[in-house]
């Protein structure tokens, strides 16, 4: 276990649907992440929180919405999303944001899958 | 744009020799790279961090170079075992910047 946990971790959906994922940190860390895994592409950073405030949004559609209310718990609500959208869903933590030496710890994802 | 290459996909070698993955780098200049061990259907694990600074970094049979002036780091595993299989991934920073992630290369260890 690293200490990072993701709900749930299978998630079937229509494209009209409006679902939400979550992840929780147990680490203390100040930092947490989205990134999006496809079949054959690296990881794609989406959104990072440091100390709750969003401080970066890689050129994500709107139709995934990040939410952290503290620290510790971070949300990916989804709406009217497209097939393509498919992919693993991580989510990470780290002591502090912004690069540097910062270990991360990642969660075990969420398998999205939208018909 | 920065673009960052792992040699292979994938890597077969035979339980007991050292497997050497390569990271390359361009139009970039990060001064930490990071190596991380993924499993499938599960999130990666940190490994090792080197910083620009360093040559060389070692864990327990994990061996890790940084060559800034080849834009390279070379990641090794001696006496490899099939339990090292997985897919493993580098990840360059810099300071106030997030990693950027390499499209990793799947290990097989072969009995």
């Known amino acids: 276990e690293t200490g990072v946990t993701q709900t749930p971790r299978h998630l079937v959906m229509g494209m009209t649907n409006k679902k939400s994922l979550k992840c929780e940190q147990h680490?203390?860390?100040?930092?947490m992440y989205w990134y999006k895994q496809s079949a054959k592409k690296p990881l794609e950073l989406m959104f990072v929180?440091?100390?709750?405030?969003?401080?970066e949004n890689n050129s994500v559609p709107s139709r995934f919405s990040p939410e952290c209310p503290n620290s510790s718990h971070l949300f990916l609500h989804l709406h009217t999303l497209q097939p393509e959208d498919s992919a693993l869903y991580l989510c990470?933590?780290?002591?502090?944001?912004?690069?540097?030496?910062?270990?991360?710890?990642f969660g075990p994802g969420t398998r999205l899958t939208v018909l | 744009s920065q673009k960052i290459e792992q040699n292979s996909e994938a890597l077969n070698i035979q339980e007991g020799k050292t497997a050497t993955l390569t990271c390359n780098y361009t139009?970039?200049?990060?001064?930490?790279l990071q190596w991380y061990r993924q499993d499938p259907g599960r999130g990666p694990v940190f490994l090792l961090l080197?910083?620009?600074?360093?040559k060389e970094k070692r864990k327990e049979r994990l061996k890790v170079t940084f060559d800034t002036t080849l834009k390279q780091s070379l990641f090794h595993i001696t006496a490899s075992q099939p339990a090292d299989s997985a897919t493993y991934l580098c990840a360059l920073g810099n300071y106030g910047q997030n990693f950027v992630f390499g499209p990793g290369t799947r290990l097989s260890v072969l009995p």
């Open positions: 929180y440091n100390f709750k405030e969003q401080t």
């Open positions: 990470a933590s780290s002591q502090e944001g912004s690069g540097g030496h910062n270990e991360q710890f």
């Open positions: 080197i910083r620009e600074n360093e």
């Open positions: 139009n970039y200049s990060p001064a930490y």
């Open positions: 680490l203390g860390h100040n930092a």
